[in-house]
């Protein structure tokens, strides 16, 4: 509906609402953005709404968030940092594990018995950080030792 359209960006990272001519849009920025047309808002009692000739401010995929409050945008943000962090530390993880698995097909025991050692750690830090059960770590281990006790036979 033309009416209620709001220019808020050209940038692919954002939600587009692009229906506003291409010649309405010329000297606007990625970043910052002028409504050209808003939505009738007589008999509303909308705070947030946006009247023609507001500037609007763009947030890249990465800032997006539904936070209403400082706190909350904070908290959005630290846990966008600890999820990175986990998703990291998990990889680093499945790595290593690949590592023994690889080494257990080639039937070399004693570079599998090695990055045994050196995996180990690894799977014990996750479960002390929450990353994974420590049933879960408990059953990768003990598999991995038992291929590996297992290349000989």
């Known amino acids: ?3 209620g359209s709001i220019l ?3 940038s692919p990272k954002c939600p587009v609402a692009l229906n506003t001519p291409a010649r309405d849009r010329v000297g606007l920025t990625n970043s910052a953005i002028q409504v050209l047309v808003s939505v ?3 008999g509303t009692n909308d705070q947030n709404a ?4 507001d500037t609007v401010r763009c947030q890249d995929a990465e800032e997006q968030s539904v936070a209403n409050t400082k706190q909350s945008a904070k908290r959005a943000r630290q846990g966008e940092k600890r ?4 998703v990291a530390l998990r990889s680093r993880m499945r790595t290593a594990i690949k590592g ?3 080494a257990t097909e080639t039937g070399d025991t004693d ?3 090695a990055l045994y050692k050196e995996t180990v750690p690894k799977i014990d830090t996750m479960v002390n950080k929450g990353l994974i059960h420590k049933n879960k770590a408990a059953r990768t281990k003990s598999r991995l030792n038992t291929r590996i006790r297992n ?3």
């Open 1 to 3: 509906m033309r009416c």
């Open 8 to 10: 808020t960006t050209f």
């Open 40 to 42: 009738d808002i007589s």
């Open 50 to 53: 946006r009247l023609p000739g």
């Open 83 to 86: 999820r990175q962090q986990n």
């Open 100 to 102: 023994v698995l690889q």
């Open 111 to 113: 570079k599998a018995a």
């Open 151 to 153: 290349i000989g036979a």
